[in-house]
């Protein structure tokens, strides 16, 4: 989503006569957009703010901008921490952005920011299409940063969508902390299956991903709608956090591991080919030896193609911060981290393995030390080699050595193919 938000901030920029530069150091204007899901992204942010001061102390006239979940309610204590800093503007708070803008004498344009400008449409774009969340995990902070779900109306999303197509786009990511949400505060409600079905009609997107999911609202609808629309990829995350029913009751899931276990043997019985990529968290406050095998249970049993785990870190505000003591020690989370990447090491090796001998269709991202690269439809990171330029393109690549992380390949052809690996 941060990622998303800069680009459009960028191009819009680029609208009034702004360039990238090189190096903070040759900026005209510094934005920063910042991330502070974990204590260790807020320590980063800290670091980079004073950094910037001494930038700043050398050229005082440099505007710099603070954006992102790192700017809270209380902006005006932010300002009086760091005075250096021109602006705190919430993720999203475009328009005050613009008056700044407005006040400082730069000429705005009319264009809609939202509307990413497309000059520098890439093959594959995020798209966000919900912002906030109403969920209150715990030990979650993006509720009190990001504020409740705003959905975009549908069809800005396809206006968007159809804009960057013709720009040379050809698969997009939905975006959203919930992207299940998707329409519910909207006057039609539409849901994700009909923006998927409006979407599909766009003729030139080859390839349509969504995230991420929550397990308690992701609709049976959905997964059928997977299943009838080709250019919606079998790739899905859903994150369940942790494999005990008390954990997850502690953090406000709103499902059971039973719950959870349904939904995934659901999705497997209608998209057999599926990928699943899933978020955990170790250590959250009382978690035991036992219930963190649990969770390496799960892992064990369901087998994910990827897994992003993260250890508990109290993030000031959240209920999880007032409610429970960050009890289980650093280096146990770092125990129960390392156990679960060196599980998932070799769950991923073994499915991966699977692949070899087998055509993907991979939509070329760039070049990286001499190979082309792009990702597959089920998201696994493809590299091969070719003489001409295939940026942008749908290859088909068959398999030939894979690793946990990436394949690596031959063209088979260059043409765009509905087959799934
Ligand atoms: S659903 Fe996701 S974004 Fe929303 S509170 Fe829970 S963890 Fe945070």
Request: a negative charge; aromatic letters at 10%; hydrophobic letters at 25%.
């Given at each position: 989503m941060n990622k998303a938000e800069s680009q459009r901030i960028a191009a819009y920029l680029e609208l009034l006569g702004y360039q990238l530069a090189p190096a903070p150091q040759n900026a005209d204007l510094i934005i920063l957009n910042t991330c502070v899901v974990r204590q260790s992204a807020e320590d980063k942010v800290l670091g980079t703010i004073s950094y910037l001061k001494g930038i700043k102390n050398g050229n005082p006239h440099l505007p710099i901008l603070v954006t992102g979940c790192?700017?809270?309610?209380k902006v005006e204590q932010l300002e009086r921490r760091f005075p250096h800093i021109d602006l705190f503007f919430k993720p999203g708070d475009y328009p005050e952005l613009l008056n700044w803008a407005q006040k400082r004498g730069i000429a705005v344009s009319k264009?809609?920011?939202?509307?990413?400008?497309?000059?520098?449409?890439?093959p594959d774009a995020f798209v966000p299409i919900i912002q906030g969340?109403?969920?209150?995990?715990?030990?979650?902070?993006v509720p009190y940063r990001r504020g409740r779900e705003k959905s975009r109306p549908l069809m800005n999303i396809v206006h968007e969508v159809s804009r960057l197509v013709k720009c040379g786009t050809k698969e997009v990511t939905l975006l959203g902390?919930?992207?299940?949400?998707?329409?519910?505060?909207?006057?039609?409600?539409?849901?994700l299956s009909d923006l998927l079905a409006e979407l599909y009609?766009?003729?030139?997107?080859a390839r349509i991903r969504f995230l991420t999911n929550h397990p308690k609202d992701m609709s049976q609808k959905l997964i059928k709608t997977i299943v009838s629309l080709?250019?919606?990829?079998e790739h899905i995350s859903l994150p369940?956090?942790?494999?005990?029913n008390d954990i997850l009751r502690a953090m406000r899931r709103g499902y059971t591991i039973e719950q959870y276990w349904q939904l995934v043997s659901t999705i497997r019985n209608y998209i057999p080919e599926v990928a699943l990529s899933t978020d955990a968290i170790v250590g959250?406050?009382?978690?035991?030896d036992g219930q963190f095998e649990q969770t390496l249970a799960l892992l064990s049993e369901i087998r994910f193609d990827t897994v992003h785990v993260a250890a508990y870190s109290p993030r000031p505000g959240t209920i999880a911060s007032r409610k429970?003591?960050?009890?289980?020690p650093p280096e146990i989370k770092k125990e129960r981290l390392n156990k679960i990447e060196a599980l998932q090491a070799k769950i991923a090796a073994e499915i991966n393995s699977r692949l070899r001998g087998r055509i993907v269709e991979v939509l070329v991202e760039g070049k990286k030390r001499g190979k082309w690269y792009g990702r597959a439809r089920s998201n696994k990171l493809v590299f091969f080699e070719n003489?001409?330029?295939?940026?942008?393109q749908l290859i088909n690549v068959t398999i030939n050595t894979t690793s946990p992380w990436a394949l690596q390949g031959e063209i088979k052809s260059k043409r765009l193919s509905k087959n799934k690996e």
């Open positions: 790192f700017v809270n309610s264009t809609d920011i939202n509307l990413p400008l497309t000059k520098h449409a890439t969340c109403n969920n209150f995990c715990s030990y979650c902070i902390q919930n992207v299940n949400s998707y329409g519910h505060d909207l006057p039609s409600q539409p849901d009609n766009i003729d030139g997107l080709d250019k919606v990829c369940f956090q942790a494999g005990d959250f406050p009382g978690e035991t429970y003591q960050d009890n289980v003489d001409d330029d295939c940026s942008g």
